[in-house]
């Protein structure tokens, strides 16, 4: 992709915060601006390589962004929830699969850290040692059969996305009594399977591990759903709200590029020869306004939901389920309507641009790809709905 003029969107993608990270944010989003020329390629190279290139990574681990959901006590420079939306909606306005390493990183990385007993925190986060990098994912897909000390770990995980740049993998397992158990391993202890032949977010490496009675002792394990033992404010959040900003600013990024992408195409194509150009066209121009509005509003909800949810979680309390159902509400909202713009978008370009070598038919892959995650899954509408049901039946007539 060529890259385009520096701060497209310097309204959208930089929002203005009084918060102690504000020096941080604004040195991460300069070095990743500086870099988009870098990060641009890296997506080149990631469709051909299924996985972010090692420099791109050396990259990623120099600015910090594996570790922006790492409680400070181990090492990490954790950011609120919206300053790191502003990050990654600016990688992902390079290139998605830059965005979406650091955005898994920072994550699996924020969950051994601020969820894992202290000695095996102190495992992963070795005082000293440079700060690890952690995929996978916590559905229950394996059994823990419990042995002395731990559990013998057998299961396939899918979506382990930046495994190839990996030291730990993180997922869940269910125990015979049906409980629900997260683990933290290293990664040599697992089969890597080469999976990842998809057609959107090609580059990100998500691939597939296998364990067979990996023995994982009890202090590398904790509840899925249990209240995080480190981190603050940020880790009150609790689950889902924890893990929601993340698509949705990635998706916000990614749309917001397509719309630069076609209004930069619009100026010089036409259906027809001799016909208008697709700028010059009453019909576009309606369908541009309407999708900036549709990303911007998109946008906002979400953060509103979160900026709710954080600002009870810096109150010192936990947030309550009715906010966790508008955070997760709002993020699918997001999701869809992003790549619903994108792909609205897609067809005025016409032939062109289902060219391999084109960014549209790229954002539109990865925008439908990052649709199908399991965080913004349309089943939280329906959370949304029972809450409402259920709030309304407890107001007085």
């Known amino acids: 992709m060529s890259g385009l003029p520096a701060d497209p969107h310097a309204d959208l993608l930089a929002g203005a915060h009084t918060d102690p990270g504000a020096d941080l944010l604004a040195d991460l989003l300069a070095g990743a601006r500086s870099r988009r020329g870098e990060f641009e390629a890296a997506g080149d190279r990631a469709e051909e390589l299924r996985t972010l290139p090692t420099e791109t990574v050396r990259t990623l681990r120099e600015m910090g962004l594996f570790w922006l959901k790492t409680p400070s006590e181990l090492g990490g420079t954790p950011l609120p929830p919206l300053e790191f939306c502003d990050v990654i909606e600016e990688l992902a306005y390079a290139d998605v699969s830059t965005a979406w390493a650091a955005m898994i990183g920072a994550g699996c990385a924020g969950l051994a850290g601020g969820w894992l007993p202290s000695e095996g925190a102190e495992r992963v986060f070795v005082p000293g040692r440079p700060l690890p990098v952690i995929a996978g994912q916590l559905q229950p897909r394996g059994t823990g059969r419990p042995a002395d000390g731990g559990y013998l770990v057998t299961g396939r995980w899918s979506f382990a996305s930046g ?98 992408d076609m209004t930069e195409l619009a100026s010089h194509t036409a259906r027809f020869p001799g016909a208008p150009t697709l700028s ?116 007085p007539d």
Not at 166 to 172: P, R, S, Y
Request: hydrophobic share 45%; with cysteine; net charge negative.
């Open 163 to 260: 495994i190839a740049h990996a030291d730990w993998l993180i997922g869940c397992f269910r125990e015979p009594d049906d409980v629900l158990v997260v683990f933290v391993m290293p990664k040599d202890e697992a089969e890597v399977i080469d999976t990842w032949h998809v057609a959107g977010l090609v580059g990100t490496g998500s691939m597939d591990f296998r364990t067979t009675d990996v023995f994982v002792p009890l202090e590398m394990t904790y509840p899925l759903g249990a209240d995080a033992v480190r981190g603050g404010s940020l880790f009150r959040l609790g689950m889902p709200a924890f893990v929601s900003n993340e698509v949705p600013p990635l998706c916000a990024g990614l749309a917001l590029r397509a719309l630069d």
């Open 280 to 395: 010059e066209r009453a019909v576009f121009h309606k369908e541009l306004g309407r999708a900036e509005v549709k990303v911007k509003a998109a946008r906002l909800l979400h953060r509103d939901a979160m900026r709710a949810a954080w600002e009870t979680a810096s109150a010192g309390k936990l947030v309550p389920e009715p906010q966790q159902v508008a955070v997760t509400a709002a993020s699918v909202y997001a999701v869809e309507t992003c790549a619903e713009v994108v792909t609205d978008l897609f067809r005025y370009g016409g032939g062109r641009v289902l060219s391999l070598s084109h960014p549209m038919q790229r954002h539109l892959r990865n925008a439908l790809a990052a649709r199908q995650h399991v965080a913004v899954s349309e089943e939280f509408y329906e959370a949304a709905g029972r809450e409402r049901i259920e709030s309304a039946k407890s107001r």
